[in-house]
């Protein structure tokens, strides 16, 4: 009885790794033109411009935009921070405050991820300088939506 345990394990296991496997080479087909919608390094993107900013104590707080691998993306960034700050980039979809947030130590990266940029007017994004990890923009310490 104990052995039979031991082979049904192990089927399941085998069955779980071709599962994963298809998996993979499924992704791995998918077509190359489906832009994800986060961009890891905006730093790597062209055509870079400022679509609003807003000076908060004395940084810079920008929503930046680009082209990047193909697509166009939106994040944030934020100029003349002390050690100790944060830029904090937030997406809204549809009118909520926000559905996602991306933030970074300034001293160590002073610009978010970027986010793939939309047609509809539902899509908009911020920038805000913050003190902590847990800090959230509001209207006196972040950039207008753009």
Known sequence: MFKHRTKTRRMGSIAAMCAAAAATTMLATAPASAASEWWSDPNS????????????????????????????????????????????????????????ADIWSASSRNYTKGYLTSSSSAVAFRACYVTTLLGTCNSTNSTAWW
């Open 45 to 100: 993107c062209t055509k870079v411009a400022t679509g609003t900013e807003k000076t908060v104590n004395g940084r810079q707080v920008q929503i930046r935009y680009g082209t990047c691998g193909g697509s166009q993306y939106g994040w944030g960034r934020i100029l003349n921070y002390g050690s100790s700050d944060y830029i904090r980039f937030e997406v809204s979809l549809g009118g909520r405050v926000w559905d996602y």
